[in-house]
């Protein structure tokens, strides 16, 4: 296992995956994950973003990720209702780019996600 690994899907019925995410150049492997053409992303902390589908409100109404939805008030209290799939990744703090998450980071972030589903 290399020290970079890729994002955490998070997709609105609850299925967690680790997908591949390049170093750079990383917004189309982003867009085809989240399956849309523009992302947003709301920044968690100084090493976690969350993107989502820019147009979540039109394309994913009444589909709540109630677990990323969760994520996101852990960091942020009275954050939103999310909707949709979202990718957790990390970031560059020097410059803001979107990195992989260090194996580290990924095995830290699915302990909580998984602790917060039991």
Do not use: K
């Not at 020290?3 to 189309?28: H, K, Q, Y």
């Amino acid at each position: 296992m290399n020290d970079e690994t890729g994002a955490l899907l998070l997709t609105a019925d609850a299925r967690i995956e680790v997908i591949s995410l390049p170093a750079s150049n990383s917004l189309p492997t982003m867009r085809t994950a989240l399956g849309c053409g523009m992302v947003d992303v709301l920044r968690l902390s100084d090493h976690l973003d969350m993107w989502f589908d820019d147009e979540y409100l039109y394309n994913y109404a009444g589909q709540p990720n109630t677990l990323a939805t969760e994520i996101a008030r852990r960091f942020q209290p009275g954050a939103s209702t999310i909707l949709g799939p979202v990718l957790l990744t990390g970031i560059d703090q020097s410059t803001g780019e979107t990195l992989p998450l260090t194996v580290d980071r990924l095995r830290m972030l699915l302990s909580a996600v998984l602790g917060s589903v039991s």
